[in-house]
């Protein structure tokens, strides 16, 4: 069955999550009130921790620890944190106050706390059941074309929006902790899991009349990515959640959301550097095999993970470039395309015989998203990303067995507005949609750009909003690829 994946929308700043950390101070640093420092270590956590990490040492975003920071100085970085930057930076001017930016600025100029480590044990005692697996419904109980449901993030709010295509109506609000990043479901759609920026992850039915949350667990304190197994017999029996940190991933009961299997993502890089924040970014179902295909963001490394045997588990660590994001399939949904984004490449890999097959230098920092697929005249089949860090599309061929001379090699680029984050297609549609968010101008941020297919030419922007302080982004399409949703992303407001 076709899946839909989720729009975003944030409410305002999410509060009461604590980031378990210590706040000892060296005397001959920067300082700040032990409040203060409270304060802008969970504004850290919530706004900048996923680009440049727990213990600051960059990924996506640049090095933050002390040595860098106390460079730069006290009014240097305040002034970034307020207009943000070209190579991709958000300005938080309409987020934090100038008071939280000046105690923000102060707070990257001392030395991280010690971030907290998490137990299966911790895991295990987290596990809530709200609906029983015996009583789950055995029927739709709302008599509504289910299957064409959006499941949606409202972020900042914590909350999922459970929408119905075919009316526009929203059936449901559910609780699902902070900043939920991603949401996936089991083979059939029935059920799906959200994972939160506070490692909470969350079993939702859309059976019910109306839909709800039936169990959840917490694998980790800041985590990104979830997915469940959908392979032979072990269809929809497991789920895996990717922790930022603690660094690892955690491998649960699908039914009960117990945790099961805990492993570290420490480890040595691709330039034979140890790695203490070795990262999951991004964690994907593989069709042909009883696997997961884990990225590792700072080890440069995609991990397949081999579900068949928990107590013995199987794993190729496939070596490719840092710093890991996130990918999607190609159409035939063996080989798997990830971006290395700040190492301005995609990255291939074989899902059936677990290697590493490609790389391919695109514009600045590419960010696909959920990624688009097509078929191009004279490429033949290919995928395309966007950018975080200039406004542009890159194409290339993904075919290697129909069309080995365009395999992993560029198609074409192409020109937008503005820097963005997310690409979409539909089989049924003649045209690609771009959002571009990363752009300064309102005017920009706020619309989409529409490529199409047969011309490779931008023929259209819509502007989707000109809510003030909004942005557009994350499409979506419906069941038969005849609306697209859009999100409206309301910084520092109401939605």
Not at 97 to 109: E, G, H, M, N, V
């Amino acid at each position: 069955m076709r899946k839909f994946a989720f729009g975003t929308s944030v409410l305002g700043l999410a509060a009461g999550f604590m980031f378990g950390m210590g706040s000892a101070v060296s005397a001959a640093e920067p300082t700040l009130s032990e409040a203060d420092f409270e304060e802008a270590k969970l504004l850290y956590f919530q706004r900048c921790a996923g680009c440049h990490g727990a213990e600051r040492k960059g990924a996506t975003g640049k090095n933050l620890e002390p040595k860098a920071t106390q460079k730069l100085g006290q009014k240097r970085l305040e002034k970034i944190i307020t207009l943000g930057t070209e190579g991709g930076m958000n300005n938080f001017d309409d987020i934090f106050s100038k008071d939280q930016i000046s105690k923000l600025a102060t707070y990257i100029q001392m030395t991280p706390p010690k971030p907290a480590e998490m137990s299966l044990e911790q895991m295990k005692k987290s596990v809530k059941i709200y609906v029983k697996p015996e009583d789950y419904v055995k029927k739709p109980m709302h008599g509504r074309n289910w299957e064409n449901f959006f499941v949606v993030i409202l972020r900042d709010a914590g909350k999922m929006a459970i929408i119905d295509g075919d009316t526009k109506e929203v059936l449901s609000k559910l609780d699902a902790g902070y900043a939920v990043h991603v949401t996936k479901e089991t083979s059939d759609g029935r059920f799906w899991y959200t994972i939160g920026r506070d490692g909470k992850q969350n079993k939702i039915d859309l059976w019910m009349d109306p839909p709800q949350v039936v169990a959840e667990s917490q694998v980790a304190y800041d985590a990104r990515d979830i997915a469940v197994s959908h392979y032979g017999d072990f269809k929809d029996k497991y789920v895996i959640a990717g922790g930022y940190w603690p660094p690892h991933f955690v491998i649960s009961d699908a039914v009960t959301m117990e945790p099961l299997k805990v492993v570290s993502t420490r480890g040595v890089n691709v330039d034979g550097a140890f790695v203490n924040e070795a990262r999951v970014a991004a964690i994907y179902n593989t069709p042909h095999a009883p696997t997961w295909m884990v990225a590792v963001k700072e080890l440069g490394q995609v991990w397949q993970v081999d579900y068949s045997d928990l107590d013995n588990l199987r794993i190729e660590q496939m070596d490719s470039h840092k710093f890991l994001h996130d990918g999607f399939f190609d159409p035939s949904q063996k080989y798997f395309q990830i971006a290395a984004n700040a190492s301005n490449r995609m990255e291939f890999f074989d899902t059936t015989t677990r290697k590493f097959v490609g790389s391919l230098e695109t514009g600045k920092m590419p960010h696909p998203g959920p990624g688009a697929n097509w078929t191009d005249e004279k490429c033949g089949p290919v995928g395309a990303t966007g950018h975080i860090g200039e406004g542009m599309i890159t194409v290339w061929g993904n075919d290697p067995e129909g069309h080995p001379d365009q395999a992993w090699k560029t198609c074409y680029k192409t020109e937008t507005d503005g820097a963005g984050l997310f690409i979409r297609t539909h089989p049924n549609s003649p045209y690609v949609f771009m959002d571009q968010p990363k752009h300064p101008e309102p005017e920009v941020q706020q619309s989409i750009q529409i490529l199409d297919k047969k011309t490779r030419k931008i023929v259209k922007t819509i502007r989707v909003t000109d809510r003030e302080k909004s942005i557009a982004l994350h499409g979506e399409f419906n069941k038969d690829g005849s609306e697209l949703w859009v999100s409206v992303w309301a910084r520092g407001g109401k939605a």
